[in-house]
């Protein structure tokens, strides 16, 4: 009986991970503007910092409040399974795209911003592969989010 007193409480922090998420969304790209106007070599390099280690922070808060709350919301939920296609699509296509994040964040974002960190990236080439991929990841994200809020609707 207490766990699905505590359904409500997961759905919360469920929301409020991908709020955390997306909310970073509009100033990373007004970083990213800051950055590319920058003309000063050590402020630009400052305001880069920055942005990786807001990058960092509110995507590990969003992603691990994310899965944690998902994993446990399938698990104690009585009508909800992993990547089950027949009966709840919406949420096996946010499963298939929350593992295509994580690849994402896995394979290129992680990669790039230690070469970043670590001065390796003097022609700001790996910058700009780097926010092509967080863009990327946060497209998937707000796809996630639309599918959540608009499941009932019309999925």
């Given at each position: 009986m207490l766990?699905y ?9 469920h ?10 969304f509009?100033v990373?790209i007004s ?12 402020n ?10 807001l990058?960092n ?6 992603s691990?409040?994310?899965i944690?709350t998902?994993?446990l919301l399938?698990?104690?939920?009585p009508?909800y ?5 027949k009966a ?17 964040t ?12 670590n ?13 092509k ?14 599918l ?6 019309y999925?």
């Amino acid at each position: 009986m207490l766990v699905y007193q505590l359904y409500p409480i997961l759905v919360l922090a469920h929301v409020l991970s991908a709020v955390i998420w997306l909310g970073f969304f509009p100033v990373e790209i007004s970083l990213i503007k800051s950055i590319k106007g920058e003309k000063d070599f050590t402020n630009k390099k400052l305001l880069i910092q920055k942005l990786l280690s807001l990058t960092n922070l509110t995507g590990m808060i969003g992603s691990i409040g994310i899965i944690a709350t998902g994993i446990l919301l399938v698990i104690i939920s009585p009508i909800y399974n992993f990547f089950e296609v027949k009966a709840n699509h919406w949420l096996t296509t946010k499963q298939f795209i929350i593992l295509l994040i994580l690849l994402i964040t896995f394979a290129f974002i992680i990669p790039l911003s230690k070469k970043i960190k670590n001065n390796n990236d003097q022609d700001g080439i790996s910058f700009s592969k780097f926010i092509k991929w967080t863009y990327i990841e946060k497209i998937f994200v707000l796809i996630n989010f639309i599918l959540a809020v608009l499941h009932r609707y019309y999925f």
